[in-house]
């Protein structure tokens, strides 16, 4: 791969890719504002029928997506540049995305991106995404306070990487990052104190954290202005299963999820909305997704 290569993948992905985020991107006193649908939300459709479960969502309203498959340069199956255009011929675009920092793309020895991030990254730039997220770490790095510390600098050294195409890194919390800490503090509190917001930006899950003993209202409170991206995610308790908690249709649950959008909207600039729900209470998962864009519209969203 040439610097020139890579130049003009940079230069022709971002120029494509914020003609059409303007031309859907809206305004709440200034501030852009997308939302979206992670289709983790609805990976059994996804997985059957991708083209035919990406129409039914278009159909319903939304305009962006959010990925939760991406391997050997495909998204869901389809080349970069097939997805592209089946997302482009539906009005559909994706911001964002989410594949696992691990391993395979850190080169411990040399110390820099193995191909498969760079490739990873390049092919995001070219998809016109704004942010390239990882929803997890490996448990390795979780072991000790250095490990983690070297997770930490990896995250920056990727901000930097996808600044060269005009993105940002991001992480995803699930509940872990909460109820573990190392030398004493919650690893949520390591991830936020040692990323440059400039470069790694933190994607707030509004429901994972709850079986991780926090509630994202007090995050948010604690961290404002930090956050560029939120999964939208109520959340209720699972029956039989004390102290657990699983994700519900939007404001049916217990998460206070329209007073954490509120404070954010209040305190943040840009930012993407993601609905997520991943246990669906005997409804069908897509008519879930419908139904919780309507409660997002409700709520002015």
Known sequence: MTIHRRGFLKQSSLA???AILLKHDFLFNGKKE?????????????YRDPAGTLEKVANMGYRYVEHANYSN????????????????????QMPSGHTV??????????????????NTVEDAAFMGQHFVISPSMEKEYRSS?????????IFNKSGSLCKQYGM??????HDFEFSEKLNGIALYDLILKNTDPGLVIQQLDTGNLFNGGARALEIVKQNPGR??????????????????????????????????LDLVRKKSGDV?????????????????????LAVMKNWGF
């Open 34 to 46: 997308r939302v979206g649908l992670q289709l983790y939300s609805v990976r059994d459709e996804m």
């Open 16 to 18: 494509i890719g914020s």
């Open 73 to 92: 340069r495909k998204f869901y199956g389809y080349s970069v540049r097939e997805f592209k255009s089946l997302l482009d011929g539906l009005g559909l």
């Open 101 to 118: 920092l691990n391993n395979q793309h850190w080169d411990k020895t040399k110390k820099e991106f193995t191909p498969l991030w760079k």
């Open 272 to 292: 993407d909305y993601i609905i997520e729900q991943e246990a669906y209470q005997g409804l069908q998962p897509i008519d879930c997704a419908r139904e919780d």
């Open 168 to 173: 940002k890194f991001g992480y995803h919390n």
């Open 227 to 260: 956050f560029q991206s939120l999964h939208v995610k109520d959340e209720i308790p699972v029956p039989d299963m004390p102290g657990k908690y699983e994700s519900c249709i939007l404001g049916k649950g217990i998460a206070e999820v329209k007073k954490v």
């Open 145 to 153: 306070y250095d490990q983690f510390m070297a997770l930490m600098e």
